[in-house]
């Protein structure tokens, strides 16, 4: 056995399902436990995710609550939005959609207690103008928080540099050259210099530009997924049936478990369903954390509405393939989706797709900047900054021209390493943290 075919071994065991079951009983016991707030509060979350304040102290805090919200959904929308839910129907077929949103309203909650609690500990500390925050703050404060702080920060680095760049890059690259015939090397010297650029400029050029993306793919996705979906409208019912009566069977039921974690990362097993939005993970408490806006209940319902929006996006891609009737054709991943895109635009659906692919991607590489450089920061005590503009820059190109089977299975040991010390972190503060949200809550009710 192969280094390669090692590192893929212990990627799938430590992803498997000991770790969703760990998850799934984590968010089971926070919905009991803060009796169901994502569904209590569902609409005050979107009333709420709409009335943040623009106001920042430039000087003081990295951005603001809507640039957080902003850079939030742009590291949720990845590659994996495309090839994951052909890969979920694929395994499963077209249950596997309902599936989707049944997790994604389970990891609701735990996205919104973890930017709570980012955004709690970061507000007790604002007099030290710390250059991090998320979990990296709040796991100081459980047993063992002075190991697990750091082995958190670690985790979260080695996840950034390999599923928020390389994967990325490497999506971008192959999409580049299966439409275009562009040579990896050029595609992969073009990237490096474009996020040696962005890390240069420091917190401001990645957030600005960050900000700047999410209009462009969004619009793109849109209006192309809804085109498929008029297209075929008088097939919607059908699907949305078919959808349903197919959701049940166990097959589709462990479909969807994966289906919605390839959203994100274009993979198998419980790690996407994670990386899909990215629940759990503590990207969104670290950006949160820089807003300096101390609603930590106001943070923590923008976190919940970014999960929901990255669960609809995985639930319309499944609707277009399931709609144009692909589903069953024995593609797999971003080759399903292309062919459901075919049904309308023709030989331009890959074309579209490509742009989705690139510009999904690039929203997720910029986003992660800012996520991976506050864990570096984290580590190094604020040092060798300039070793992690070279870091960045250079899994940047890696992942453009190598083979990525080593670089997946190392992704999902950093997730894995990940859930599995914010998630103790977070059922530990439970009590805590529930007495402070009840103390407050009552001010946010409809």
């Known amino acids: 056995m192969n280094i390669v075919e090692l590192m893929g071994c212990i990627g799938n065991y430590v992803v498997g399902w000991p770790l969703m079951i760990y998850v799934a009983a984590i968010a089971t016991i926070y919905t009991i436990g803060l009796h169901g707030l994502q569904l209590r509060y569902f609409f005050v979350a979107l009333k709420a995710s709409c009335s943040f304040s623009e106001k920042k102290e430039h000087d003081v805090h990295d951005m603001t609550p809507f640039q957080a919200f902003v850079n939030t959904i742009n590291s949720n929308l990845g590659n994996g939005s495309i ?7 694929y395994l499963g077929g077209p249950g596997a959609a309902l599936w989707v949103v049944i997790f994604g309203l389970m990891l609701m909650i735990i996205r919104f207690v973890e930017v709570y609690a980012s955004t709690l500990y970061a507000t007790m500390n604002r ?3 710390l250059s991090y925050g998320g979990p990296m703050l709040y796991l100081q404060h459980v047993p063992g928080g002075a190991y697990l702080a750091y082995a958190y920060a670690f985790f979260c680095l080695m996840y950034g540099l390999i599923g928020g760049n390389a994967i ?27 996020v040696l650029y962005i890390v240069c400029g420091g917190a401001q050029r990645i957030i600005n530009i960050s900000v700047a993306i999410v209009p462009i793919k969004v619009f793109i996705f849109v209006v192309s997924t809804t085109i498929v979906v008029l297209f075929h409208y008088q097939s919607l019912y059908a699907a949305l049936c078919l959808i349903i009566r197919s959701a049940f069977g166990l097959q589709e039921f462990a479909a969807g478990v994966v289906g919605f974690s390839f ?24 950006v949160f954390g820089a807003t300096g806006n101390d609603d930590a209940i106001q943070n923590g319902f923008m976190g919940m509405v970014s999960t929901l929006i990255s669960t609809l996006v995985s639930f319309i891609v499944a609707l277009c393939i399931v709609i144009s009737g692909v589903w069953s054709s024995g593609l797999d991943g971003a080759a399903l989706t292309i062919a459901s895109f075919d049904t309308v635009f023709g030989v331009y659906g ?5 742009f989705l692919s690139v510009s999904f991607g690039l929203g997720v590489l910029i986003s992660y900047v ?3 450089r506050s864990a570096w920061l984290f580590l ?15 899994c940047a190109f890696m992942g453009a021209v190598i083979a990525i089977e080593l670089v997946w299975s190392l992704c999902n040991i950093a997730i894995a390493g990940i859930l599995f010390i914010n998630l103790y972190g977070l059922l530990i503060l439970l009590p805590k943290i529930k007495r402070d949200l009840f103390n407050k809550l009552e001010t946010y009710r409809a």
């Open 370 to 372: 800012y996520i991976a």
């Open 127 to 129: 007099t030290k103008k």
């Open 350 to 354: 890959g074309w579209i797709i490509s």
């Open 83 to 89: 090839a994951g839910m052909g890969n979920a129907l």
């Open 380 to 394: 190094t005590n604020n040092r060798f900054s300039t070793g992690f503009i070279v870091l960045y820059s250079g």
């Open 168 to 194: 990325q890059t490497n999506s971008i690259s192959v999409s580049i050259a299966a439409t275009w015939g562009i040579n990896s090397l050029m595609i992969g010297a073009i990237l490096f210099a474009c």
């Open 263 to 286: 959203q994100h990362v274009i993979a198998a097993g419980m790690s996407r369903s994670i990386s899909a939005t990215e629940s759990g993970l503590g990207s969104a408490g670290i």
